[in-house]
């Protein structure tokens, strides 16, 4: 699959100009820090943080007046990808166009709103506005409203396995011809609930300016944002980056190492993949976005794209001994490690 375009909303900025920039180290990302009250006592998580800024220029406010932010991400990125890509969707196009949306928690904030809501006020004082934007398909069915796309739509969500499956549906669809092109996003968000039980059950007390425990200890970098990627068959430009094989493996790819330039590196907040990590992460060509963008579920999408823009661009970021240049033939991977002891690897090369 050819990747056509990138859309970007992420701590380091809003499109993929912000985000090469970031990733170099031209500026550093959005973070706040949040206090929280544990039975361990007061614990203080460092949640790197997104912003919608950019959407008035596809969408009016009148349409965006009852998405909540993290539809607005999603909407976001999807029209910056199709902008980075140069296309604009006409009737026949919006019809050819197929969405597929990975989360690994969903609509955390509007889902848990609901909730209290119904449980303060009872069901019919709830806001439906909450209800609607929390249920499973929310994201696509906001995105697909938002871009007039016609095509197959649908939500994915599979904690760490949901970008694969979003990938691997993209494929089905195109290797069929349902679709000449597919808009494939990515993203999660915080929320209260979330940011308490990471600060509750951290295996030591996390201080104020910590962003993470080490590997082998959880990897709770609390990430947001939503990354996006217009995928296709046809059309490419010269140059541009493909995704050669997409594999779920049940064993350690420890090949990958040796057979591809280098390997985007992703766990979230496991033990078990994070101490194989550890050993990995100390290996030459093993790369690291968490330091820039925090981690969540669904973070290898945002590897992808730096991954893709690696590959764009000629030259490797983030590169952990300054930027490399690429060569014509360098290969990259992203590889995601899930809590079933599945890993899943996306191997990239310039067409």
Known sequence: MDILGIGIVSPLGNGVEAFWQGLGGGHAPATAEHRLE?????????????????????VSRTALRRMDAFGRWALLASCLALEDAGVTL?????????????????????????????????????????FANSVANALASQTSLGLGIQGPCQT????????????????????????DQVLVGFGDESCGLLEYAIAATAQRPIT?????????????WVGTGFAALLLGRDGAKPGSPRLDSLEQL????????????????????????????AGWSA????????????????????????????????CLRPAPQGEARLQPR??????QADTDGQFHLACLHKD
Not at 40 to 50: A, K, N, Y
Not at 162 to 171: D, Q
Not at 209 to 220: D, I, T, V
Request: proline share 6%.
């Open 156 to 179: 994915l969500s599979a904690f760490e396995q949901s970008p694969m499956h979003a990938l691997w549906c993209a494929r089905q669809w195109l290797e069929n011809r349902a679709v």
């Open 283 to 314: 290996l030459g060509n093993a790369l690291e976005t968490r330091p820039l963008l925090g981690t969540m579920p669904t973070s290898q999408g945002f590897d992808l794209a730096a991954a893709a823009l690696s590959l764009r661009h000629g």
């Open 330 to 335: 360098d290969s990259l991977a992203c590889l």
């Open 250 to 277: 049940s064993a350690p790819p420890h090949q990958a190492f040796a057979e591809h330039r280098a390997v985007f590196l992703q766990v979230h907040g496991q033990l078990g993949p994070g101490s194989l990590h």
């Open 90 to 130: 006409d009737d026949q196009a919006k019809r050819r166009t197929g969405l597929a949306l990975a989360t690994g928690y969903g609509c955390q904030n509007a889902t848990y709103s609901f909730l209290d809501d119904v449980i303060d006020h009872g069901d019919k004082c709830a806001s439906p506005s909450n």
């Open 38 to 58: 544990t039975p361990q006592g007061p614990r203080t998580l460092t949640i790197f943080e997104s912003a919608d800024s950019g959407l008035e220029r596809f």
């Open 208 to 220: 104020a300016g910590e962003k993470a425990l080490p590997w082998n200890e959880g990897s709770f």
